[in-house]
C-alpha cells in the first residue's frame, strides 16, 4: 500500500501541464496553460509551500524548466520559448 502526506498546497491555475523545482533554490514552477500563468513557489524544509509570484505568460504556453533565478516555459501556439528571470534576490 502506498501512503502519502500532504505538507502544502498552491493555486497554479487552470490547465496544469507540468511542475519543475530548482532544487538550489528550494523554488517549485507550475505552468498553467489555460490560465496562461507560470506559479513560482518556494518550499519550505518540510513540504510547505508559500507563494513567490504568480508571471503571466501566454495562452497555451506549458512545460516550464527551471534553472538557477530563472526558468524556461514552451509556448507552441506561437513558436517561442519564454525566459522567465528572477528579478529579486
Not at 25 to 54: C, I, M, P
Request: charged share 20%; aromatic share 8%; proline share 3%.
Amino acid at each position: 500500500m502506498l501512503r502519502y502526506d500532504r505538507y502544502g498546497l498552491i493555486d497554479s491555475g487552470d490547465g496544469l501541464d507540468n511542475i519543475d523545482y530548482s532544487d538550489s533554490e528550494h523554488l517549485l514552477y507550475a505552468a498553467a496553460s489555460v490560465a496562461a500563468t507560470l506559479t513560482v513557489a518556494r518550499v519550505g524544509d518540510k513540504g510547505d509551500f508559500g507563494s513567490v509570484a504568480v508571471v503571466p505568460t501566454a495562452k497555451g504556453a506549458r512545460s516550464v524548466v527551471a534553472g538557477e533565478k530563472r526558468a524556461y516555459v514552451i509556448d507552441p501556439i506561437d513558436g517561442q520559448i519564454l525566459f522567465v528571470t528572477q528579478t529579486n534576490p
